[in-house]
């Protein structure tokens, strides 16, 4: 059984929780995930059960990358990934902060959605990241075409920086700090 890492009670939609993610036992799920069609972002939609795996193994296994599965009522229903900015994704095109932490989600692919869910999933994953009092501010890195992320993005307190010119993409450099997450989101649970 893999350790769970964070967990929140939201108002309206019960419990979300975060565990480890355990690349060869989730990969069947995350392919599911990550080959859908919404997920088109994540620049893995041809890709089979193995490179998945293989993704995800490199990933929990680099020194500035993890990978977590989210639950929703106990049930996986997100992925989240935590790194490094100034060695992992970002290394060297943006100016880095002491204390910057880079976040991606992956929302489920469902054909029941729920009102708020994305809202809920996002705000979790954030309170997570600020419960280290480490962190000071978040940094995201959406494909610019990529505008329904950065309307929720900017919907919990993230300020677009500007592009920043990957190798795979043309991303949408955001920030968000603890006091612009909680006034961004009126929560009063923000740590």
């Known amino acids: 059984m893999t350790e769970i890492r964070y967990r929140r009670v939201h108002p309206e939609l019960g419990e979300f929780a975060l565990r480890d993610l355990d690349p060869d036992a989730d990969a069947p ?20 059960v193995a490179a998945v ?42 100016p880095a902060q ?19 869910f994305s809202h809920a999933v996002i705000s979790t994953v954030m309170c997570w990241l600020f419960d280290d009092p480490a962190t000071r501010r978040v940094v995201v890195e959406p494909d610019v075409r990529n505008t329904a992320v950065q309307a929720l993005n900017a919907a919990v307190g993230f300020a677009a920086r500007g592009p920043v010119v990957k ?14 997450f909680r006034d961004g989101t009126r929560m009063t649970e923000v740590p």
Not at 29 to 48: E, N, Q, S, Y
């Open 53 to 94: 795996a293989a993704e995800y193994r490199r990933i929990t296994a680099h020194p500035h990358h993890d990978a977590f599965l989210g639950l929703w009522r106990g049930e996986p229903a997100f992925l989240a990934e935590r790194y490094d900015p100034t060695r992992v994704e970002l290394r060297g095109l943006y």
């Open 29 to 48: 799920l995350l392919h599911r995930w990550v080959t859908h069609p919404k997920a088109r972002f994540w620049l893995m939609g041809d890709w089979d």
């Open 167 to 180: 190798p795979e993409k043309v991303a949408l450099l955001s920030t968000c700090t603890r006091d612009g």
């Open 98 to 116: 002491d204390g910057d932490v880079g976040m991606h989600f992956l929302c489920a692919p469902t054909d029941r959605p729920v009102r708020g």
